[in-house]
């Protein structure tokens, strides 16, 4: 048995075809199903069941692809420690990003890591909060950068930046002239939200329950991108991110009317790592970056 054939078994157990899996691997067919027959000759089990029409897991061979996955991620563990050793600024870093951050911060601050840490591969993967912090947990990602607060004690948590939102309207709308808003003013607004599973929905959801304003359930979109259009559209308003906002005729981005920044409905995005991570330097010091970077764009 060795780690090859182990990343052929997990290959076949996610394709689910023999083909795909032998050129995900970059070998031939008649290698992969070769080196598949010794490693059950070598366990004694049956991993795969072959049909003419598909290929299907025994019960003991989903067993033996989980801890296979395991194996494997601990073995990449074992060639990042080693390569973190020689370079701790270098070498791989699996980042995770919520969808309504990814577009608008993404673009300002990669340029200034690959300038302050030249030999470092960032690997971008971009998911809602659920999906990107179950994989951080389970060493898939080596960091997040989502929406605060995470509820994890086995996470380090370092604050970025809050930006703002601001009310989203059509330049049509009655209150598209105001210079600032109030929750008075938007108190009986219907608000176009993001779908289900988006963390930006349920703030935007608190801000509504606050002001009285209430959600347009005819509607739900799944990017900041379709709510912006079908506000220009005027359909309707929405709440928007500052870092997203982008100047597009037909819209109109209006501040809310309080004291401080402080005051005004916003949401604080952080990044996020394992505690036990061997990363953490790394991190420190993205971390510093990462809010100089910010700090330019939102004032």
Known sequence: MNIRDLKYLVAVAECRHFGHAAELCHVSQPTLSTQLKKLEETLDVVLIERTNRQVVLSSVGEKIVAQAKRVLREVDELNRIAQQHRDPFGGDLRLGVIPTVAPYLLPRILGPIRKHFPKLRIQLNEGQTTDISARLRAGELDAVILALPIFDDRAEVRPLYREAFYFTTSTQHELANRKQVNERDIASEQMLLLEDGHCLRDQALAVCEGAGAVENTNFRATSLETLRQMVRANVGTTLMPELAITKIQGVRYIPFNKPTRADA??????????????????????????????????H
């Open 265 to 298: 409905p916003h949401r604080e995005i952080g990044l996020c790592w394992r505690r036990a991570s061997s990363r953490g330097d790394l991190l420190e010091a993205m971390t510093v970056l990462l809010k100089s970077a910010v700090g330019e764009v939102l």
